[in-house]
């Protein structure tokens, strides 16, 4: 995730979003995936518990199929929603789409890993959590991320580069702070979080410049 989200801001620091890139993310993509599945079989045959033990009574095969199916028609469906209404409320109320889409759109696209993370939280499942959040920003910036690049070249809205891109470095290396060395995600941890978050918000409301800081605190060095 952290390999990851440095491909992707440094491409993007420089360069607009290109079907060449879209390319290297969907690769990167692809080979993380064959990576995790090369993993998961090794640790079966070797008898390493890799979380996929049997914890009960499941759905039915049939039940399965009918919630799959509903999912893959209402997620599609629900996307496309929740974006018409994002773009209608900003073109309503004039806040640029771009800071639409990182809080309205962002929490709202977010709510099915939410909850799917509060479910896995209640039955002490960390591992399932942490995998969910680490899952979605991986697919997050490198298959969604590779689909818009194959539309480009596109360039990104100033706020991405002088503010966005600093705050999602910053939480990637705070969550690899705390799964590299396995360290426990207490409640004050949690809280603390959720203050940085409120925090970019503010920042993201308020226009904070990041970029422009640190080249003036270079400038005066």
Do not use: C
Not at 91 to 116: F, N
Not at 133 to 162: C, E, H, K, R
């Amino acid at each position: 995730m952290i390999a990851i989200t440095a491909l992707w801001i440094g491409w993007t620091a420089f360069m607009p979003l290109t079907p060449v890139f879209g390319f290297v993310l969907l690769g990167s993509l692809v080979l993380y995936s064959v990576l995790m599945l090369v993993w998961t079989s090794q640790g079966i045959r070797k008898g390493i518990d890799v979380g996929l033990e049997d914890e009960g009574e499941s759905l039915g095969t049939t039940a399965m199929w009918i919630n799959l199916i509903i999912g893959l028609v209402g997620l599609p469906l629900g996307a496309h929603l929740i974006v018409e209404g994002g773009v209608g409320i900003a073109r309503t109320y004039a806040v640029p789409e771009e800071v639409i889409g990182l809080t309205l759109l962002a929490i709202g696209t977010s709510l099915p890993e939410l909850g799917a993370g509060i479910a896995a939280g209640l039955r002490r499942r960390g591992e399932v959590v942490i995998g969910n959040v680490i899952g979605s920003n991986i697919f997050n910036l490198a298959g969604s991320g590779a689909i818009i690049a194959f539309f480009g070249p596109t360039d990104l809205a100033p706020t991405f580069l002088q503010f966005d891109h600093w705050a999602l470095a910053g939480a990637a290396i705070v969550l690899g702070l705390f799964v590299l060395p396995r360290s426990r995600v207490t409640r004050l941890a949690a809280l603390a979080m959720l203050l940085v978050y409120a925090a970019y918000i503010y920042g993201l409301i308020h226009g904070w410049n990041m970029t422009g800081e640190v080249e003036s605190w270079i400038g005066r060095s």
